[in-house]
């Protein structure tokens, strides 16, 4: 028998049983685990599985082979899930103790934003120094560029990279330090 989904699709098509019982067979299985991972149910997975074969069967005239058979019906399916979340208003079947459990890895939203404030504000005050503490930033801390590697750039000393980056640092806090109540940055303004 014949085993290529192109194969099976033009059949069930054409009303070939044989060709559409090995459609269902083929992709039954990743639909359905497919489902399940979205759903998290076993009895909610099957019934959608089911809702998407009746699909495909209703959308096989218009299969024009852009995609594989494969992305075809795994996007069938996942727009029968979509519907079905969407009408049924269903909500995430997890527990709210099940999620205190697994904290994202990554920073609270409200760090995220802070930082992001907090970067914006730094650039913003380092694009108003003066020119050669501008630049020497920006190669050692933007370009990440190690103190010998920022002198060779600049063509001068690494103590006189030293200095432009205590200088540079040291009036970005007093600039900074005028939003007390926004940012709490540069503790330390002699930190090269």
């Known amino acids: 028998m014949e085993s290529d989904p192109n194969w099976l699709v033009n059949g069930a098509r054409n009303g070939e049983r044989d ?24 009895a909610d997975a099957a019934d959608l599985t089911q809702r998407t074969f009746s699909r495909v069967w209703q959308a096989l005239p218009s299969f024009a082979g852009r995609a594989s058979v494969a992305s075809w019906i795994h996007s069938i399916a996942y727009h029968v899930y979509v519907d079905w979340r969407r009408a049924d208003h269903h909500t995430e079947p997890r527990s709210n103790a099940w999620w205190a459990g697994y904290p994202a890895s990554g920073p609270a939203p409200d760090e995220v934003v802070a930082r992001t404030d907090m970067a914006t504000a730094i650039y913003a ?15 050692h801390y933007y370009q990440d560029l190690t103190l010998k590697e920022t002198a060779d750039a600049l063509g001068i000393a690494t103590s006189t990279v030293k200095y432009r980056l205590r200088s540079a640092l040291a009036e970005l806090h007093k600039n900074l330090a005028s939003e007390p109540s926004r940012f709490q940055l540069l503790k330390n303004p002699n930190a090269p």
């Open 125 to 139: 005050a380092v694009d108003h120094l003066d020119t050669d503490l501008r630049d020497t930033i920006h190669l």
């Open 19 to 42: 060709a559409a019982n090995q459609l269902i067979e083929l992709f039954y299985r990743p639909i359905y685990a497919f489902l399940r991972r979205l759903c998290a149910s076993d």
